[in-house]
Structure formats: structure tokens, C-alpha cells
């Protein structure tokens, strides 16, 4: 069955450093991947978009790549801050309607 | 706006008994999600509707579930009758057509089965 893997390990990390987080898909390819960020208690709220044919897409200091050879997608925030703290959700969708979510990476920001 | 509501936020009952979430989606989206979120299976989708019409309902559990959407601005997920592995966050979705992506989530509603 399709899956979306993410690591499920809490990923620690310095202030104004850059997190990187990892998606890899299996047994379909998605035409699209999507990132959210999910806090304690509250439901995800949608970061970024990636289509199979892009390579690369930025928005303020995150960005997110698509390789399709590697299957695999990488979620990059620059410099960060304890606000970034947060589980973070990938997502692979077909068509325009289902997404098949990942177990999402918890990203903890230290002062 | 004031995005997706859902209603009851925390809900807490014994096995066997009936259980109704109740979602109000964005004003104009035409397409609604049914998502559980437990910590063993992450975030799964449960059903979805466009246009009120359920379209895929492959990840209802079971036939103890059940969701309806009346009407463009309400639908209802049911479980009847409830078990202690039903316990999960519940979350609806909506987005605002079929050809569009982003997916906008409520805050969720807690269910307990004792």
C-alpha cells in the first residue's frame, strides 16, 4: 500500500540553525507533496506545496524539495526559532482530493 | 472567517454507547475530510465528500461508522456502537474545491471510550 515515511525521532536543534526534516514515499508516486505544521492540541495548518515536476519551492524561510529519483522530499527552515517548534506532517496526494499523511517529525528548538 | 468548527471538542462515553462529531467547514468549500489521529497510525483519512456526494469512504473502519453531510455547511461522523479502540482525535477538513490543495483542518474533537 502507498506509504509516506518520516522519521519519527524528535529532531533537536540550536537556534538559528537550519532543520531538516525528511519525507520518503513508497509503492506510488505521488504528483504532489505537501508540508503542515501541527501544534500540540490543534489541527495541522498547511505550510508549503510541491508538485512531481518542480524542484525546489521556498516560502519565507522554509523551503522544500522533490526528488523523484530518491523518492523522497526535504523540508528546510532557516534560521530557526523556538516558534518553530512543532510537529511537522508530510503529505502525498494523487489527485486533487486525498492525501496519504506521514507519521510526522517532531522539530524542538533550543534558545 | 472563523474556519472549520467542530463540535464537541473533548467527548468522553462508555463502550457501547452512540457517538456524534459534528463539523461546520469553511463557507464555500466544497470538499470535506473525515481524519483520526492516533499516535500508533498517525493521521488517516476516514471518508470525504465534494459537493455533499460522499466520494470515498475506503478508510471507514467499519461498518460501526457512519458520516453524513446533510447540507453544504454540516456533516457528522457517527459511531455506534462505540468501542475503547475508537479513541483517537478526530479531525475535519475542508478545502475549497476539487481541483484546489490546500486542506484547511478544525481543531479537532477528543473521544474517550471508557
Known amino acids: 500500500s502507498q506509504k509516506i515515511e518520516q522519521n519519527s525521532e524528535a529532531l533537536n536543534i540550536q537556534e538559528g540553525k537550519t532543520a531538516t526534516l525528511t519525507c520518503n514515499y513508497t509503492?506510488?508516486?505521488?504528483?504532489?507533496l505537501q508540508w503542515y505544521r501541527q501544534d500540540p492540541g490543534r489541527g495541522p495548518v498547511f505550510l508549503l506545496l510541491?508538485?512531481?515536476?518542480?524542484k525546489e519551492k521556498r516560502k519565507e524561510r522554509l523551503k522544500v524539495t522533490f526528488d523523484t529519483t530518491l523518492k523522497q522530499s526535504l523540508f528546510h527552515i532557516t534560521a530557526s526559532q523556538p516558534a518553530d517548534s512543532a510537529t511537522y506532517l508530510c503529505?502525498?496526494?494523487?489527485?486533487?482530493?486525498?492525501?496519504?499523511f506521514g507519521g510526522g517529525t517532531r522539530l524542538m528548538v533550543k534558545p | 472567517d472563523a474556519g472549520v468548527i467542530q463540535s464537541p471538542r473533548h467527548e468522553v462515553t462508555e463502550m457501547g454507547q452512540e457517538v456524534t462529531l459534528r463539523c461546520k467547514p469553511i463557507?464555500?468549500?466544497?470538499?470535506l475530510f473525515w481524519y483520526r489521529q492516533t499516535m500508533m497510525r498517525g493521521l488517516e483519512l476516514l471518508i470525504y465528500?465534494?459537493?455533499?456526494?460522499?466520494?470515498?469512504d475506503s478508510g471507514m473502519p467499519e461498518d460501526r461508522f457512519s458520516a453524513k453531510m446533510p447540507n453544504a455547511s454540516f456533516s457528522t461522523l457517527k459511531i455506534q456502537p462505540s468501542e475503547p479502540r475508537d479513541s483517537a482525535v478526530y479531525f475535519c477538513?475542508?478545502?475549497?474545491?476539487?481541483?484546489?490543495?490546500?486542506?484547511?483542518f478544525g481543531p479537532g474533537t477528543r473521544l474517550t471510550v471508557t
Open positions: 463557507s464555500g468549500h466544497n470538499s
Open positions: 510541491i508538485r512531481e515536476n518542480e
Open positions: 465528500f465534494n459537493n455533499n456526494v460522499p466520494i470515498d
Open positions: 503529505a502525498g496526494g494523487i489527485a486533487g482530493n486525498m492525501l496519504t
Open positions: 509503492n506510488y508516486s505521488p504528483a504532489y
Open positions: 477538513a475542508s478545502k475549497a474545491s476539487r481541483n484546489s490543495y490546500e486542506q484547511y
